[in-house]
């Protein structure tokens, strides 16, 4: 792995946890209240991680595409078509996850996301637009494409999927992450421009966000239930 990739890794790892350490800081140091300063903490870190690691990677992008990469109306049709099946594999997982493994549907991860986004809709900047790039230029271009010259599609998508997964801090629904891990990946190949799961991802992540936003607790747990009671028609139980 190039010696500029670890570095980009090692900011993201910065990113993820200095909060530990900074937003207790800010607490102390600013008249605003815990919460707000994790939350400000948050979007000011991964703002300024997003800028390191995009002036790491410059040698990449001053290197141009790749040979038989898409063109831009392809790169527009595999964004669109990523969506969906990004939204299937992921619809899939989830159903495997309830009915052959009894998994509750539903993600602290992404709850915790919306019930601070409601407080601070400025935070919606992170897992919308941030996030998303960050995690594709690791776990795509650098972890699955460092493990897709050593290995074969297969082998390199499931372990980057995995990892995807795991770091996402839900384990029970790891199925999920890694089946939206395996599509991005497959868009990167096929396509040979990581800005395809780049657009897809924040596609998907922004139309959860802004659903949610406009859904009530309430109204989600009804539209988990109709979504149980859609796969007891489709599996029986």
Same mark, same amino acid.
């Given at each position: 792995?190039?010696?500029?990739?670890?570095?980009?890794?090692?900011?993201?790892?910065?990113?993820? %946890?200095?909060? +530990?350490? %900074?937003? @207790?800081?800010?607490?102390?140091?600013? @008249?605003?209240?815990?919460?707000?300063?994790?939350?400000?903490?948050?979007?000011? *870190?991964?703002?300024?991680?997003?800028?390191?690691?995009?002036?790491?990677?410059?040698?990449?992008?001053?290197?141009?595409?790749?040979?038989?990469? &898409? &063109?831009?109306? !392809?790169?527009?049709?595999? *964004?669109?078509?990523?969506?969906?099946?990004?939204?299937?594999?992921?619809?899939?997982?989830?159903? +495997?996850?309830?009915?052959? $493994?009894?998994?509750?549907?539903?993600?602290?991860? =992404?709850?915790?996301?919306?019930?601070?986004?409601?407080?601070?809709?400025?935070?919606? +900047?992170?897992?919308?637009?941030?996030?998303?790039?960050?995690?594709?230029?690791?776990?795509?271009?650098?972890? /699955?494409?460092?493990?897709?010259?050593?290995?074969? %599609? $297969?082998?390199?998508?499931?372990? &980057?999927?995995?990892? /995807?997964? +795991?770091?996402?801090?839900? @384990?029970?629904?790891?199925?999920?992450?890694?089946?939206?891990?395996?599509?991005?990946?497959?868009?990167?190949?096929?396509?040979?421009?990581?800005?395809?799961?780049?657009?897809?991802?924040?596609?998907?992540?922004?139309?959860?966000?802004?659903?949610? %936003?406009?859904? =009530?607790?309430?109204?989600?747990?009804?539209?988990?239930? !109709?979504?149980?009671?859609?796969?007891?028609?489709? $599996?029986?139980?």
């Amino acid at each position: 792995m190039k010696k500029r990739y670890w570095w980009v890794i090692i900011t993201y790892i910065i990113v993820q %946890f200095s909060g +530990i350490l %900074f937003a @207790p800081l800010l607490y102390l140091t600013l @008249p605003i209240s815990e919460v707000d300063a994790v939350i400000y903490w948050s979007i000011f *870190s991964f703002a300024v991680g997003l800028i390191i690691v995009l002036l790491i990677m410059r040698p990449d992008m001053r290197a141009g595409s790749q040979r038989n990469a &898409s &063109s831009t109306g !392809q790169v527009i049709l595999w *964004s669109i078509l990523g969506v969906f099946m990004a939204f299937i594999a992921q619809g899939v997982a989830a159903m +495997i996850e309830i009915e052959v $493994f009894g998994i509750d549907p539903g993600s602290e991860n =992404t709850q915790v996301i919306m019930d601070v986004a409601r407080a601070a809709p400025l935070f919606m +900047i992170i897992p919308a637009v941030i996030a998303p790039i960050l995690e594709e230029i690791i776990f795509r271009k650098i972890i /699955f494409g460092g493990l897709y010259e050593r290995t074969n %599609f $297969f082998i390199a998508a499931l372990l &980057s999927a995995l990892i /995807f997964g +795991i770091i996402h801090g839900e @384990p029970q629904h790891i199925l999920v992450y890694a089946s939206m891990g395996f599509v991005f990946a497959f868009l990167y190949v096929k396509t040979k421009r990581i800005i395809v799961p780049i657009i897809v991802h924040m596609a998907m992540n922004t139309i959860v966000v802004i659903a949610q %936003f406009n859904l =009530t607790p309430e109204e989600i747990e009804r539209m988990q239930q !109709q979504l149980q009671d859609l796969q007891m028609i489709f $599996f029986g139980g």
